[in-house]
T-cell receptor
Framework: EDQVTQSPEALRLQEGESSSLNCSYTVSGLRGLFWYRQDPGKGPEFLFTLYSAGEEKEKERLKATLTKKESFLHITAPKPEDSATYLCAVQASQETSGSRLTFGEGTQLTVNP | DAGVTQSPTHLIKTRGQQVTLRCSPK?????VSWYQQALGQGPQFIFQYYEEEERQRGNFPDRFSGHQFPNYSSELNVNALLLGDSALYLCASRLAGHTDTQYFGPGTRLTVL
């Protein structure tokens, strides 16, 4: 069974204080790993897709990296508007799994001004 | 470019009732997935529709059923509602064979009293 564990559950940063969120996964053949941002009461907003170990993607203050067992979402010099829950999800490459996503519980990030 | 839309935004039902939620996929997308997100948790996969057929199903009882129409829009039906069905119901769409990335709608907040 595919599993995704995110840590920490919650993270409080001061504006400008860089940090990283972790996503550990167990999947029978990784087809893709996805990062989403979710604001309270809203649907997840797509950030990145990573496909293979060593791959990196960047967008503004966010950078996602991937190894064979985990992914990191690095946040550089965060601003209060970066406050949100960050979700990690995996898609297995097995035929029977289709394109279903298995999500972690998320990391709730708060950036104080 | 129209994103994923869902209706209604909010819904309040009583135990034992039935509910229908609706989803229109992102323009050009043909595959629709439904997820249930309980408060403070990550989304859980319910099922996926492609070519008007259910292609994959998560660990949800038969009370959860769905349908996809020729225009790719979809419905999620839940019968005999339980208090535990209270959650944010998310619809996600993708274009089969072209991208693994799923784009989410804003969700429908269902409250069962």
């Amino acid at each position: 069974e595919d599993q995704v564990t995110q840590s920490p559950e919650a993270l409080r940063l001061q504006e400008g204080e860089s940090s990283s969120l972790n996503c550990s996964y167990t999947v029978s053949g990784l087809r893709g790993l996805f990062w989403y941002r979710q604001d309270p009461g809203k649907g997840p907003e797509f950030l990145f897709t990573l496909y293979s170990a060593g791959e990196e993607k960047e967008k503004e203050r966010l950078k996602a990296t991937l190894t064979k067992k985990e992914s990191f979402l690095h946040i550089t010099a965060p601003k209060p508007e970066d406050s949100a829950t960050y979700l990690c999800a995996v898609q297995a490459s097995q035929e029977t799994s289709g394109s279903r996503l298995t999500f972690g519980e998320g990391t709730q990030l708060t950036v104080n001004p | 470019d129209a994103g994923v839309t869902q209706s209604p935004t909010h819904l309040i039902k009583t135990r034992g009732q039935q509910v229908t939620l609706r989803c229109s996929p992102k323009s050009g997308h043909d595959t629709v997935s439904w997820y249930q997100q309980a408060l403070g948790q990550g989304p859980q996969f319910i099922f996926q529709y492609y070519e008007e057929e259910e292609r994959q199903r998560g660990n949800f009882p038969d009370r959860f059923s769905g349908h996809q129409f020729p225009n790719y829009s979809s419905e999620l039906n839940v019968n005999a509602l339980l208090l535990g069905d209270s959650a944010l119901y998310l619809c996600a769409s993708r274009l089969a064979g072209h991208t693994d990335t799923q784009y989410f709608g804003p969700g429908t907040r269902l409250t069962v009293l």
